[in-house]
């Protein structure tokens, strides 16, 4: 069975500061990989994914993730976060091997302070 | 603009009373789903359709009803028998029949709160 961990729940970070927010997941098979963003009260909107070819992600509001099969890990980064950055971010894994579902990580509240 | 809309955002339902909740998606795609989002937990399968006509239960669907008579609609009934429904509701649509190889379309979602 698939699994999905995000290390840290909450990271609070100074505006214009760089930022990491960790996913590690387990899977015995190969993986699609996955960072949504939620603001409050509202729908996820997809941040960026790694379906094959190079490890290095880029995404939307500067966003960029790395994936790193060894570690089986896939960390969000951005190296100057702005106040709207603040938000709930999702790491997600789906199976590629089968009509299998998405799993989500529990999620990191990331707070931009000014 | 296409787009996935859910309605209401908020509703409030006493408790024993069945509630159904509203998804509509014009972005012509042919899977859509149904999650249940409590904080800290992230988000949890209710029920996903691939086709018209036909659904699977998620990891969660116990206390929960389903139907896909339209490719666009995809309705959710809470019911009584759901022992602790107080919760967001996300509802997803996706382009191919796979959930694996597609991204996630949310809609904006619906707060439910039983009293």
Same mark, same amino acid.
């Given at each position: 069975?698939?699994?999905?961990?995000?290390?840290?729940?909450?990271?609070?970070?100074?505006?214009?500061?760089p930022v990491e927010?960790?996913? #590690?997941?387990?899977?015995?098979?190969?993986?699609?990989?996955?960072?949504?963003?939620?603001?409050? #009260?509202?729908?996820?909107q997809l941040l960026?994914?790694?379906?094959?070819?190079?490890?290095?992600?880029?995404?939307? #509001?500067?966003?960029?993730?790395?994936? #790193?099969?060894?570690?089986?890990?896939?960390?969000?980064?951005? @190296?100057?976060?702005?106040?709207?950055?603040?938000?709930?971010?999702?790491?997600?894994?789906?199976?590629?091997?089968?009509?299998?579902?998405?799993?989500?990580?529990?999620?990191?509240?990331?707070?931009?302070? @000014? | 603009?296409?787009?996935?809309?859910?309605?209401? %955002?908020? &509703?409030?339902?006493?408790?024993?009373?069945?509630?159904?909740?509203?998804?509509?998606?014009? &972005?012509?795609? +042919?899977?859509?789903?149904?999650?249940?989002? +409590?904080?800290?937990?992230?988000?949890?399968?209710?029920?996903?359709?691939?086709?018209?006509?036909?659904?699977?239960?998620? +990891?969660?669907?116990?206390?929960?009803?389903?139907?896909?008579? %339209? %490719?666009?609609?995809?309705?959710?009934?809470? /019911?009584?028998?759901?022992?602790?429904?107080?919760?967001?509701?996300?509802?997803?649509? /996706?382009?191919?029949?796979?959930?694996? /190889?597609?991204?996630?379309?949310?809609?904006?979602?619906?707060? &439910? /709160?039983?009293?």
């Open positions: 069975a698939q699994s999905v961990t995000q290390l840290d729940s909450q990271v609070p970070v100074f505006e214009e500061a927010l960790r996913c #590690n997941y387990s899977s015995s098979v190969s993986v699609y990989l996955f960072w949504y963003v939620q603001y409050p #009260n509202q729908g996820l960026l994914k790694y379906l094959s070819g190079s490890t290095l992600v880029k995404g939307i #509001n500067g966003f960029e993730a790395e994936f #790193n099969k060894s570690q089986t890990s896939f960390h969000l980064r951005k @190296p100057s976060v702005h106040i709207s950055d603040t938000a709930e971010y999702f790491c997600a894994v789906s199976d590629k091997t089968s009509y299998d579902k998405v799993i989500f990580g529990p999620g990191t509240s990331l707070s931009v302070i @000014p | 603009d296409g787009g996935i809309t859910q309605s209401p %955002k908020y &509703l409030f339902r006493k408790e024993g009373q069945n509630v159904t909740l509203s998804c509509e998606q014009n &972005l012509n795609h +042919d899977a859509m789903y149904w999650y249940r989002q +409590d904080p800290g937990q992230g988000l949890r399968l209710i029920y996903y359709s691939q086709i018209v006509n036909d659904f699977q239960k998620g +990891d969660i669907a116990e206390g929960y009803s389903v139907s896909r008579e %339209k %490719k666009e609609s995809f309705p959710l009934t809470v /019911t009584s028998a759901q022992k602790n429904p107080t919760a967001f509701y996300l509802c997803a649509s /996706t382009r191919g029949p796979s959930l694996s /190889t597609y991204e996630q379309y949310f809609g904006p979602g619906t707060r &439910l /709160t039983v009293t």
